[in-house]
């Protein structure tokens, strides 16, 4: 009987692992030892971070989609049927069509999602730029846009914490640009009490908000949004009023992990070094979905897949794995249109922000298209 692996999601971190097994396994597969299935919930696959720059206008909303297939190694049997119960107990996975699909290893990488509905009056107060279609909504609203209060929200958890800030350092750019800057103020609120939940980051931030000239308010938790006055008030009692609000709505994972009561809010209780659902050693879990306490970003689901790839071939061809997760994560962080700093941290070094240069914002530009090689795991 061949060993059977399963992949939940095709976003970046299914995407890594199964292109990843794939290359590992390739004999097993060929001569029927092993099997891959992905299992998806749509045809295509959206490389998040352009919807940043489709807001402004410097991508198109095509240059950011392809189609899943493609993403993946032909060897790989990809099958788009949402899933909707995970059964540890049967070792199972039931679709949205009536499949039972049985594993003896799955990876779960079902990622997150914006939950706006968890703040009254966010959806019809409010924009946002974490899906494609807010992304090209608030891409017009900016573009009829001449001046007034902008205030960027942002609500926990939720997915690339460096976004907030770059959105706050390319409007501010962009303004400049339109020569709307002196009609304009931008305001910025932030959960805890500071800019950043990462402190040498908020350092840098704040630096970055001083010498623009950007306001900010720390310890503000969005409760509720008056649509028709234009007021966020906060859970701490504050309020601010706005001409245009940018959120980043609270975040869950997937809902198929709720209803399969394997963690609350969707977010898979996870072990950070070995990357196993807690007390299951043939489930494994990466990127946005799981519980450990680093960021939600495409190069920890990137860096966990390649761990979660070579353990799972190490158990399947030599019964035993050392490999472990350090933790690592890397963010290239827009401070303009024209600069960029850059991140890496893990569990026992702390950020340390690079002073922006043109030089790094060509590299994430650059990245911006390497992105779906390293995807196929090419890169
Ligand atoms: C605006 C924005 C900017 C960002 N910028 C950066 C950045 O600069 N750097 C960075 O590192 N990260 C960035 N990110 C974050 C990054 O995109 C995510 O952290 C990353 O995509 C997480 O990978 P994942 O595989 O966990 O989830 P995803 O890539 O979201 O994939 C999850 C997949 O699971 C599928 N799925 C969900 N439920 C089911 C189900 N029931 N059945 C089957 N399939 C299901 C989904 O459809 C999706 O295909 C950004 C995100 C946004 C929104």
Known sequence: ??????????????????????????????????????????????????????????????????????????????????????????KKVVTETGRNINYDYLVIATGSRTVPELIPGLAE?????????????LRNTLAGFNGGKVVISVGVPHKCPVA??????????????????????????????????????????????ERKGIKYETLFNMERIDADKKIVHSMEGTEVGYDLLIAVPPHKGSQVIETSGI????????????????????????????????????????????????????KITTGVSLRQYDGKVLCFVESGFDAASYIWFNYTTPPKPTTPSKMLHWMKLTYNKLYWSTVKGIL
């Open 263 to 314: 963690g609350k809010d969707g977010w898979v209780p996870t072990d950070k070094i070995y990357l196993n659902n807690d007390n299951h050693e043939d489930v494994f879990v990466v990127g946005d979905t799981t519980n450990i306490p680093i960021s939600k970003a495409g190069s920890t689901a990137h860096f966990e897949s390649e761990v979660v790839a070579e353990i799972i071939t190490s």
């Open 125 to 137: 107060g409010g924009h946002t730029f974490y899906t494609m279609d807010e992304a090209k909504r």
């Open 1 to 90: 009987m061949a060993i059977k692996i399963v992949i939940l999601g095709g976003g970046t971190g299914g995407t890594v692992v199964a292109n990843l097994l794939a290359r590992s396994l390739r004999d097993k597969i060929k001569v029927g030892q092993v099997t891959i299935n992905m299992i998806t919930d749509k045809p295509y696959h959206i490389y998040q971070p352009g919807l940043l720059y489709v807001t402004f206008d410097r991508m198109l909303p095509e240059d950011i989609v392809r189609d899943q297939r493609t993403l993946v190694d032909p060897i790989v049997d990809v099958l788009i049927d949402p899933v909707v119960n995970i059964d540890r107990d049967n």
């Open 164 to 209: 907030p800030l770059e959105m706050t350092f390319l409007l501010y750019d962009y303004f400049s640009q339109k020569g709307i800057l002196n009609k304009s103020e931008i305001f910025y609120t932030y959960p805890i009490n500071r800019v950043h939940a990462l402190e040498p980051v908020s350092n840098w931030a704040v630096q970055e908000f």
